[in-house]
């Protein structure tokens, strides 16, 4: 087994994810203000903060691709075609979706540079700011829960992961395909999650001792397939 593809790869990406992610989100949500209730104070601020974010969401995303990666090297020639499909399209789409929420919140900042005193009574604002949380709230989320639906049907299906985990995994999955919120602290169910699967994948890994009898478990599928 290749390092790239090893178990403890995708519990340390997945660890790296879940922090950058989480601490990203939680920036951003202290930083900015209810939408109702403020009228970009945030900006003068905050805007620092935010940006740093918004850098940090950047890296959290690389993480996440290669989390994804490493995943779907453990099935193997388990794989199954539609389901992995699934999988990686809806994690493709949360992290191209996270990636288009963060980059309008700092061309908000940004555009405050520009103009500080007349930026925040503009329209653009306000669009700005209801996309961001259209994208967090409703699309981002039913991204994620697609993502947990799909892995959680492949470790049914293959076993590589405790029939358990799958189905923690389920629940999780619906509360984020049918809760209707506009809190980003719903988000963080997510990251959650990914920190569950890492910590057991680093469990289980440092516990294995690699021995014959691996290897020849790792080899049956190879060998059953030809």
């Known amino acids: 087994m290749t390092p790239a593809s090893s178990p403890r790869a995708a519990g340390i ?20 203000n209810d939408v109702s209730g403020e009228g970009g104070q ?18 959290a995303g690389i993480f996440f691709l290669w989390f994804i990666g490493v995943v779907r090297a453990r099935l193997g020639r388990l794989e199954d075609q539609f389901f992995s499909a699934v999988f ?29 005193s007349g930026f925040t009574d503009s329209s653009t604002y306000w669009l700005a700011r209801d ?6 709230s409703i699309y981002a989320l039913r991204m994620a829960a697609v993502f947990l639906l799909s892995q959680a049907t492949l470790w049914l299906r293959t076993k590589v992961m405790p ?10 999955a619906l509360l984020l395909l049918f809760v209707f919120t506009e809190s980003f602290w719903v988000v963080l169910v997510f990251p ?20 014959a009898g691996d290897t020849a478990a790792q080899t049956a599928p190879d060998a059953a397939s030809d």
């Open 13 to 32: 990406t997945g660890l790296l994810f879940a922090i950058l992610f989480s601490v990203s989100v939680v920036i951003l949500k202290v930083s900015v």
């Open 42 to 59: 945030w900006l003068a601020d905050s805007a620092g903060s935010v940006t740093f974010a918004i850098g940090l969401m950047a890296f």
């Open 88 to 116: 990686l399209g809806s994690g493709l789409l949360f992290l191209a979706m996270v990636f288009v929420g963060t980059s309008i919140a700092g061309a908000i900042v940004m555009g405050y540079q520009r103009d500080p």
């Open 131 to 136: 996309i961001i949380s259209q994208i967090f």
């Open 163 to 172: 029939r358990w985990m799958a189905l923690i995994t389920y629940p999780l």
């Open 192 to 211: 959650a999650w990914v920190v569950l699967v890492s910590v057991h994948i680093l469990i289980v890994s440092f516990r294995r001792r690699p021995d």
